[in-house]
């Protein structure tokens, strides 16, 4: 396969991907278009894998993961910015928002994010998963019942407010 | 529950995805700007060396501390050092002059230069370039470990001969001279035989521009220091120049990936040339862990510092934050 052939059929399946995980098309279409630039840099070797998708899938879920806290040289060094403060979730907005679930989902440390991607919307298995993280199936398996427990903790009901919910 | 609802949730919010045909221009722009970029960008520089290739390769051995679990790799960090010892049989003690750390992220798809100057105190009246004097390799290294709480996965150590010898035996390094530097060490007589500039040589002249550097050159252009507009700190980044020249040229003469190529590469520099890997690691197998890493993901930059009394710096405040991220592996 060549690399045009590869983008040709699968960019669309990658967008979704990247979407899933990044939660907003603007950065999922610059994660996509990073990380395809470095796809057709290293093709020789992407084709040379056993399944080049699942490699460039990993390559996209590691550029997700490392998203901002790759760009620490050049948020701190050469822009000066201030290292940003961890979101804080709140309840009140997240009520607000139509879509609680993806709301939180976007608060979830973003491995564990990764994690519920690949299981509930790729459908892959733990083993597979902890091959695209480069991590123990155990580590998987924690990661994924920690994300559950917070979401089912924080997303609630619109109307059936938890015993401390007092806001 | 909450399981049948997350891929309800992920079903709802496909219509997110963006369109791949635009992304596929913007991916096709980015791709003749980074050709563009790396023709003219072909890097500059001349004399430290070996080392980016045989050190990224390192970067898998745990020397100082318990070896991480194969299914859990962690980043590689590796000292590289060059030194003034002058063939193999003196035992004056060499000063390390240069002293960079190379660290490979966790994803093996990024790495860091990390330059510590020469004249960063690590002690009163003690200054890091005298760690490796003193001490050798082990000193230095559990100094900078002591400096940056960076557990060390193997070193590096190259003479002024072995980075000659490497870079002979790559065929040459392309640096790109971002000063003229004209050669305090080398320079010519009317005829064209070696004679120094201190006795009335017309010193050899690096122009500012990218350029291929023979081993003698490149060993030339990385010593120069007295007369940069920064000194040593500016010798530093010639030295990182280097390391990330002599990886890309490994990397586009397949030599990363050839074992009995880069076998070649490591013996031309015989003694010149020591390295020490901790887990049982090799040089070849280190490399293969290399393979996502090209040029253009290899950050160059120095440890931030102050002016320091007497003669010397001390680390500054943002020094502190970097080493705090080379240890989460989040730089």
Same mark, same amino acid.
């Given at each position: 396969?060549?690399?045009?052939?590869?983008?040709? /059929?699968? @960019?669309? +399946?990658?967008?979704?991907?990247?979407?899933? @995980?990044?939660?907003?098309?603007?950065?999922?279409?610059?994660?996509?278009?990073?990380?395809?630039?470095?796809?057709?840099?290293?093709?020789?070797?992407?084709?040379?894998?056993?399944?080049?998708?699942?490699?460039?899938?990993?390559?996209?879920?590691?550029?997700?993961?490392?998203?901002?806290?790759?760009?620490?040289?050049?948020?701190?060094?050469?822009?000066?910015?201030?290292?940003?403060?961890?979101?804080?979730?709140?309840?009140?907005? #997240?009520?607000?928002?139509?879509?609680?679930?993806?709301?939180?989902?976007?608060?979830?440390?973003?491995?564990?994010?990764?994690?519920?991607?690949?299981?509930?919307?790729?459908? @892959? +298995?733990?083993? /597979?998963?902890?091959?695209?993280?480069?991590?123990?199936?155990?580590?998987?398996?924690?990661?994924?019942?920690? #994300?559950?427990?917070?979401?089912?903790?924080?997303?609630?009901?619109?109307? +059936?407010?938890?015993?401390?919910?007092?806001? | 529950?909450?399981?049948?609802?997350?891929? =309800?949730?992920?079903?709802?919010?496909? !219509?997110?995805?963006?369109?791949? =045909?635009?992304?596929?221009?913007?991916?096709?722009?980015? $791709?003749?700007?980074? *050709?563009? *970029?790396?023709?003219?960008?072909?890097?500059?520089?001349?004399?430290?060396?070996?080392?980016?290739?045989?050190?990224?390769?390192?970067?898998?051995?745990?020397?100082?501390?318990?070896?991480?679990?194969?299914?859990?790799?962690?980043?590689?960090?590796?000292?590289?050092?060059? !030194?003034?010892?002058?063939?193999?049989?003196?035992?004056?003690?060499?000063?390390?002059?240069? $002293?960079?750390?190379?660290?490979?992220?966790?994803?093996?798809?990024?790495?860091?230069?990390?330059?510590?100057?020469?004249?960063?105190?690590?002690?009163?009246?003690?200054?890091?370039?005298?760690?490796?004097?003193?001490?050798?390799?082990?000193?230095?290294?559990?100094?900078?470990?002591?400096?940056?709480?960076?557990?060390?996965?193997?070193?590096?150590?190259?003479?002024?001969?072995?980075?000659?010898?490497?870079?002979?035996?790559?065929?040459?390094?392309?640096?790109?001279?971002?000063?003229?530097?004209?050669?305090? !060490?080398?320079?010519?007589?009317?005829?064209?035989?070696?004679?120094?500039?201190?006795?009335?040589?017309?010193?050899?002249?690096?122009?500012?521009?990218?350029?291929?550097?023979?081993?003698?050159?490149?060993?030339?252009?990385?010593?120069?220091?007295?007369?940069?507009?920064?000194?040593?700190?500016?010798?530093?980044? !010639?030295?990182?120049?280097?390391?990330?020249?002599?990886?890309?040229?490994?990397?586009?003469?397949?030599?990363?990936?050839?074992?009995?190529?880069?076998?070649?590469?490591?013996?031309?520099?015989?003694?010149?040339?020591?390295?020490?890997?901790?887990?049982?690691?090799?040089?070849?197998?280190?490399?293969?862990?290399?393979?996502?890493?090209?040029?253009?993901?290899?950050?160059?930059?120095?440890?931030?510092?102050?002016?320091?009394?007497?003669?010397?710096?001390?680390?500054?405040?943002?020094?502190?934050?970097?080493?705090?991220?080379?240890?989460?592996?989040?730089?």
């Amino acid at each position: 396969m060549t690399y045009e052939e590869f983008a040709a /059929e699968r @960019l669309q +399946s990658l967008l979704r991907f990247a979407v899933m @995980l990044a939660g907003d098309p603007h950065t999922a279409a610059d994660l996509v278009q990073e990380t395809m630039i470095r796809v057709h840099a290293k093709w020789r070797y992407v084709a040379a894998s056993q399944a080049p998708e699942r490699y460039v899938r990993r390559m996209l879920t590691n550029a997700y993961i490392d998203m901002r806290r790759g760009s620490w040289l050049r948020r701190v060094v050469l822009r000066g910015q201030p290292v940003e403060p961890p979101a804080v979730p709140d309840h009140a907005d #997240a009520s607000a928002d139509r879509d609680q679930m993806w709301a939180w989902l976007g608060r979830l440390p973003r491995r564990q994010r990764a994690a519920l991607v690949l299981r509930y919307y790729e459908g @892959l +298995s733990d083993n /597979e998963i902890a091959d695209v993280l480069g991590c123990a199936v155990g580590t998987v398996r924690a990661a994924i019942s920690r #994300a559950l427990a917070t979401l089912r903790v924080e997303v609630r009901p619109a109307w +059936s407010g938890g015993p401390d919910d007092r806001g | 529950m909450t399981e049948d609802d997350l891929r =309800a949730t992920f079903a709802r919010h496909e !219509h997110l995805a963006p369109d791949a =045909a635009k992304v596929r221009q913007e991916i096709q722009a980015g $791709i003749a700007q980074r *050709r563009t *970029r790396r023709r003219a960008a072909w890097s500059a520089g001349a004399a430290f060396a070996v080392v980016l290739a045989t050190l990224v390769p390192l970067a898998s051995a745990r020397m100082l501390v318990a070896g991480p679990s194969p299914a859990q790799p962690g980043p590689l960090n590796v000292l590289i050092v060059g !030194h003034d010892r002058r063939g193999a049989d003196s035992n004056a003690p060499a000063r390390a002059d240069a $002293i960079v750390l190379a660290h490979v992220d966790r994803t093996r798809q990024k790495a860091h230069l990390i330059s510590f100057p020469r004249d960063l105190y690590v002690a009163p009246g003690q200054k890091i370039n005298g760690e490796y004097a003193v001490g050798g390799m082990a000193r230095l290294a559990s100094t900078v470990t002591a400096l940056t709480g960076v557990p060390l996965d193997g070193t590096v150590a190259v003479s002024f001969s072995g980075l000659q010898a490497i870079t002979n035996a790559v065929g040459g390094v392309r640096m790109c001279v971002d000063q003229r530097v004209a050669s305090v !060490h080398v320079g010519m007589d009317r005829s064209g035989r070696f004679l120094s500039p201190a006795r009335g040589g017309r010193p050899v002249v690096y122009e500012v521009g990218c350029r291929n550097f023979a081993g003698w050159e490149a060993l030339d252009y990385l010593r120069q220091r007295v007369t940069l507009t920064n000194g040593a700190l500016d010798r530093d980044k !010639h030295l990182r120049d280097y390391l990330i020249a002599l990886f890309d040229k490994l990397v586009s003469t397949d030599t990363l990936r050839n074992p009995a190529r880069l076998g070649q590469v490591a013996a031309a520099a015989g003694s010149a040339l020591e390295i020490n890997l901790a887990g049982g690691h090799s040089l070849v197998s280190l490399a293969a862990e290399l393979r996502d890493v090209d040029r253009d993901d290899i950050a160059s930059l120095a440890v931030p510092v102050e002016m320091d009394e007497p003669s010397g710096f001390r680390l500054g405040p943002a020094a502190v934050e970097l080493f705090a991220a080379l240890r989460a592996d989040r730089i």
